[in-house]
C-alpha cells in the first residue's frame, strides 16, 4: 500500500502559476505510476496527467495545451504539477493517484490508491 497526501493548492489569480506535490510513504513509491486528476462539484472526476515510475513516459489532457509538466523524485518519494498560464476554469480539487499498472492510464477505476485533494481557486 502506499499513502499520498497533496500539497500547495491556494488561490491565484488568473495567469499565474502553481506548483502542486503529493508526498507518498508507503512501499516502494518508485514502482507505481502516478497521476494527477481534478474534480469540481457535481462533475466527475477528470484526468490531468500521469507520469511512469521511471519518469519516462508522460501523458497529459487535452486542455492543459502545455500548460502542465508533471514531474516526480524517487529519491523524495513526490510527484509534481507544475501549472502554468492558469484559467479560471482551472479551478478544482486537485486529486494525487497511484498505480501499479504498467500502462499509463487515464481512468480513474486504473488507479489503486488517491490521496485526500488539495483545493486550487483561479480567480479572474
Known amino acids: 500500500q502506499v499513502q499520498l497526501v497533496e500539497f500547495g493548492g491556494g488561490l491565484v489569480q488568473a495567469g499565474g502559476s502553481l506548483r502542486l506535490s503529493c508526498a507518498a510513504s508507503g512501499r516502494s513509491f518508485s514502482s507505481y505510476a502516478m497521476g494527477w486528476f481534478r474534480q469540481t462539484p457535481g462533475k466527475e472526476r477528470e484526468f490531468v496527467a500521469v507520469?511512469?515510475?521511471?519518469?519516462?513516459?508522460?501523458d497529459y489532457a487535452y486542455y492543459e495545451k502545455g500548460r502542465f509538466t508533471i514531474s516526480r523524485d524517487n529519491a523524495k518519494n513526490t510527484v509534481y504539477l507544475q501549472m502554468d498560464s492558469l484559467k479560471p476554469e482551472d479551478t478544482a480539487i486537485y486529486y494525487c493517484a497511484a498505480t501499479e499498472r504498467v500502462a499509463l492510464g487515464r481512468r480513474v477505476d486504473e488507479f489503486d490508491f488517491w490521496g485526500p485533494g488539495t483545493q486550487v481557486t483561479v480567480s479572474s
Open positions: 507520469i511512469s515510475w521511471i519518469a519516462r513516459n508522460t
